[in-house]
């Protein structure tokens, strides 16, 4: 029954008003199915109507194209683009109502959930201008170079979803994502060619169509943001004209790094530091980094079966996170890292070799780390432990007995640096080159650098420790934005922060300088 339903409405998407007719007749204007604004669709019209009220709303602004997909970040660009408008800025919000980037949509259903937005979205009219990219004239084909960066897109977005890297081109997820970032492409490219914005705003930058407009208005050198969210209540990451999943801190560390850092800096950061590594929560920050407190050092030895050889402590990403892909230095990949290093230590028992998967993966459907250890060797050595995402064992108390740290891009490394490990970093991570960890640039100088560390293993000095902590304090308080609305708290911080209360004296004290940054 649902295939030949699924048949009937390949035919009739492909005829003219088929699916605008029975949206109208039928469903009468309601939300389709697998789509859904249906918490937008009531305060919308309150929304606009809090923006077009804005003491600020006439002031000097720039022309900004906000762009959004799903129907998360779609909610989320609704509300950021009123509240730009308010302060006077003269806002377009693009956008691709998609329910999932994952699986293939007729075209009469697409077309229904293109129709369902539009009616919805319309309410944030006049303050708000809105553009679907499926109406949208494209561009006819992408330059060379645009759409070299599309088929790489499309790369990543594959390898995030089914976390695996490697992804042949006849991939079916790969050629869905292809076909849709470059339609969002030639979309973009044709609107921003004509109207020439001052600014783009774009969620993420790094995936998904998200991704193809980031590229596509910096093809053309246009200013570009990217937002995204982190641990934080009450904080967003920002970055201009870069990718902010890349998380690029030389700017602000540059700026921040010979300010003060005194006793209630370092409190700070221990206090946060604490609850890390001790499976609690700390103030504003959501979530737990453990599945267990610190049993301390010795225990952990005894659970692991230790003795007192060097030990190495490998801590794994999560395959296809998007903090590391596109994120190589001189590897391929961050597989390609664990391969070669698994079978480097398996030949060296003159040091005992930890591989912990991040404890993460277990919310997770896709592959894990402990798939590449099986395969690459199916029989542990003795002096090998291989610790997986469901096992009771804290991270940081194997950091405490450490005596060499690797990571990819992990923030454990740079914990690992806070605690005087000495860490050799093969990703292209953010505290990379900050001046606390050993930072390769090819096989030859990460395998040298292997020999050295282990061959009179020693501790960090108290000055790269202090930089390291010093760096840590700026990355969580200082990278990250004051904003009133997380995308994952977003509806509770909507009922705290309404419109209204952002657009007075109060909300601009606390949040101007964000909105200004937005903007460029």
Known sequence: M???????????GALPFTAELDWYLRRRGAATRGFSLDKLEPVLTDWQVQAAASPYKDRDGKRVLLYGTQRYWIEYASLLGLALAGLGHEVTLAYSPFADWRVPISDFDLRQHNLYAKNVLKQAEPMLDTLSFLDAPEAKSLPAELAEQIANLSIR????????EDIPLDNELYQLRLERNTAAAQAALYWLNVNQPDV??????LILELGAVYLTAQHLNIPTVSYEFGEQRGRIWLSQDAPVMIQETDTMWAARKDQPFGEAELDKIKELYAARSGASLYQHFYRYWQNLPSEGSEQVRAKLGLDERPIVLLAANVI????TLGRQVFTDSMTEWLVKTLEYFAGKPEAQFILRTHPGEKNLPGPSVMDIVER????????MRAIGPEEEVNTYDIVSIADLGLAYTTTVGMEMAMSGVP?????????RNKGFTLDPASWDEYFQMLIDTLATPTKLSEEQVNTAWHYAYRFFFDYPHPFPWHLIHFWDNVEEWPLNKVLTGEGLAAYQHTFDYLTK
């Not at 390898?159 to 695996?164: A, E, I, M, P, R």
């Not at 783009?200 to 930058?205: K, L």
């Not at 690459?376 to 002096?383: D, G, K, Q, S, Y």
């Open 423 to 431: 860490v050799i970093v093969l990703g292209r991570t953010h505290y």
């Open 157 to 164: 977005d594959a390898q995030y979803t089914l976390q695996v």
């Open 376 to 383: 690459v060797l199916p029989e542990l050595p003795e002096h």
């Open 200 to 205: 783009v705003i774009v969620p993420n930058g």
């Open 2 to 12: 649902a295939t030949a339903k699924q048949g009937l409405k390949g035919v009739l």
């Open 320 to 323: 296809g996170d998007s903090l």
